[in-house]
Structure formats: structure tokens, C-alpha cells
């Protein structure tokens, strides 16, 4: 899907299983919309093995994933590639991530839900999580080059049996 300024609205469930990719103009997603014929309460808004790619982004060419539904939002297998754009999370529900890619660009979240839960190994670099992270235990998150969290926001390490690791493709990284 190539848009140049777009907005799908569903009153149901939501997934992508291919590319978003924006030019200069935001793009909304949003599942269990009230403003669709008949909203799912339960709806859950899911990017499956998808790239989100933002060109020109700063406020042109954002990308907004919203669930007014109680399911969620979750990213599996995806890959983003932000630039200077940013992905914003809009739900009450779960917000989860696993076995993605994050370059460039900004995490950030809008709605009630402030914590992307890692539920599989992620890599970051040269991302701004202006949202909080947590990390449970047995799971990986790979920093990259640079990883910077905005202030006010956390990168929670929840250790149990199994550690949870931070890894980073430089000696001396600052995380900050």
C-alpha cells in the first residue's frame, strides 16, 4: 500500500501482512473504530511480517496504528524503517513486539497503553522510543549503533530464570 494521505478506518479487526510506505503525508489505521458501521469491541489491529516505511516523515509521512478495540496492537516479524518519521501507538489494549527491526524514526504512543511489550528478540538502531519498553525475561533487544529514550520514559529489563539482554554493536554505547 503506497499512500500520500490516508486514513482506514475499521470497524473490525485490522491486519497487514505487507508494506505501508509513506511520502510526505501521515497514514491512520485504526480497528474497532467507532467511526466504522459497526464497531468490534474485541478488535485487534496486527502487522504480520509487514515493513513500515516512512519517507520525509518529522510530521509528513507519519504513521499512526490505532485500536479503539480491546485486542491490542501487535508487531510480529516487521521491519521499520522510520528515517526522521514516527510510528505512534494509539490503544487501551496490549501493545506488542516480537522479532522485529526498527531503523530511524521514533516509537511513540498516544493512547492509554505506554509500554511496548517485547513478547519475542528485537533489534533497534538509531531509534527514539518516546514510549516506555519492556524486556522480560529470555528475551533479546539489540541496540544497534544508537538507541536514545526520550524523558519521562523507561527501558525495563524484567529478569526472571532466563535474563534479559541488552545488546549493542558498539564498545562505550550511550543509551540516553
Known amino acids: 500500500m503506497q499512500a500520500t494521505a490516508a486514513r482506514f478506518r475499521a470497524g473490525g479487526n485490522l491486519t497487514v501482512n505487507g508494506s505501508i510506505i509513506t ?4 497514514l491512520l489505521l485504526s480497528a474497532g473504530d467507532t467511526g466504522a458501521t459497526s464497531p468490534n469491541a474485541a478488535a485487534v489491529l496486527a502487522i504480520a511480517s509487514g515493513i513500515v516505511n516512512v519517507t520525509n516523515g518529522g510530521g509528513l509521512g507519519d504513521v499512526t496504528l490505532r485500536n479503539r478495540g480491546s485486542g491490542g496492537i501487535a508487531l510480529t516479524n516487521s521491519t521499520l524503517t522510520l528515517g526522521s518519521g514516527t510510528l505512534a501507538f494509539d490503544t487501551a489494549g496490549a501493545l506488542t513486539i516480537a522479532g522485529s527491526t526498527g531503523n530511524g524514526g ?22 527514539t522510543l518516546d514510549m516506555d519498553y ?27 530464570a532466563a535474563n534479559a ?9 550511550t543509551i540516553g
Open 23 to 26: 511520502n510526505g503525508a501521515d
Open 106 to 127: 521514533t516509537l511513540s504512543a498516544l493512547g492509554t497503553t505506554r509500554t511496548l511489550g517485547a513478547t519475542g528478540n528485537n533489534s533497534f538502531s538509531n531509534v
Open 165 to 173: 539482554r541488552l545488546l549493542t554493536n558498539t564498545n562505550g554505547m
Open 134 to 160: 519492556a524486556l522480560p525475561g529470555g528475551r533479546d533487544l539489540d541496540l544497534g549503533t544508537a538507541f536514545t529514550i526520550t524523558a519521562g520514559n523507561t527501558l525495563r529489563l524484567q529478569g526472571n
